[in-house]
C-alpha cells in the first residue's frame, strides 16, 4: 500500500484567477481597490478567509464594514467563480491516471473550505479522482499542523514511509517534514512570493509525472 498526497492550488490546479476575481468582486461591493492577481498569488496558501484578510487590509476603502459581512459576499462571488478560470498545471491528469492504475491511493490536502474545493473539483471532473479529499475545515486542524497527515496515513493505514507529499509551499514542506514524510516540491506554485527552494523539500521537481515511478522504489 502507498499513498500520495497532494496539495492543491499552485501544485495540482492552478486557481489565482478566479479566486482574484472573487476578492476583487467583494472589494468592489465595500468600496475598496482592487488588488492584482500577482498579489493573490502571494496570498493563497492558509485558506480564504486569511486571503481575503489580507486582501482587505492591503486596499483603501471604507473601514466599517461588517467582517461577517464582507466574507458572507467573498462565499457568494467564490461559489460563483471557483472552477470556471482555473486549470490542470501541465501532466497533472495523466499523472492522476497512471497512478491509480499502479495502485497508488491518492488524497488531495488542501487549506481551503471544503465547499470550494468540492467545487473545483467537480468543474475538473476530478470529484471521484481522489480517496480521500481533506480540506481546511474538514478536521480541527489545518496545514501546517502535521496531524493532518497523521490523520490521512491512519485512515489510509498506511507508514509515514510508505507515503509521498507533493506540494508548493513553504506550509506544505513544513507540514511533511514534521510528519515525517517525504516531500517534493514544484516551482511553479504560490509560495507567497518566495523562491521554493528556500523551504528546503526533499526534491524539487518540475512537475507532477515522476510520482508514479516514486512508489516503484519503496
Request: charged share 20%; glycine share 10%.
Amino acid at each position: 500500500m502507498a499513498v500520495v498526497m497532494y496539495d492543491l492550488d499552485g501544485t495540482l490546479l492552478d486557481t489565482a484567477g478566479e479566486i482574484a476575481e472573487a476578492v476583487n468582486l467583494t472589494l468592489q461591493e465595500f468600496g475598496h481597490e482592487p488588488v492584482s492577481e500577482a498579489q493573490v498569488r502571494g496570498w493563497i496558501g492558509h485558506g480564504t478567509g486569511w486571503l481575503m484578510k489580507t486582501a482587505w487590509q492591503n486596499t483603501p476603502g471604507p473601514p466599517n464594514a461588517s467582517w461577517d459581512e464582507v466574507m458572507a459576499r467573498f462565499v457568494v462571488h467564490y461559489e460563483a467563480t471557483a472552477g470556471t478560470r482555473s486549470s490542470a498545471f501541465p501532466h497533472v491528469l495523466d499523472t492522476l491516471r497512471r497512478a491509480r492504475e499502479y495502485g497508488v491511493k491518492q488524497v488531495v490536502v488542501t487549506n481551503k473550505e471544503t465547499r470550494f474545493t468540492e467545487r473545483v473539483l467537480e468543474r475538473h471532473g476530478l470529484a471521484d479522482a481522489f480517496d480521500m479529499v481533506i480540506c481546511g475545515d474538514s478536521l480541527p486542524v489545518k496545514k501546517p499542523d502535521p496531524a493532518v497527515i497523521a490523520h490521512c496515513l491512519s485512515v489510509m493505514g498506511v507508514t509515514a514511509g510508505e507515503a509521498l507529499f507533493v506540494g508548493d509551499s513553504e506550509i506544505d514542506v513544513s507540514t511533511a517534514k514534521a510528519a515525517g514524510v517525504t516531500c517534493w516540491a514544484v516551482p511553479y506554485g504560490y509560495n507567497l512570493g518566495r523562491p521554493i527552494a528556500d523551504a528546503m523539500p526533499d526534491r524539487i521537481v518540475p512537475d507532477i509525472r515522476g510520482v508514479p515511478g516514486y512508489f516503484r522504489h519503496l
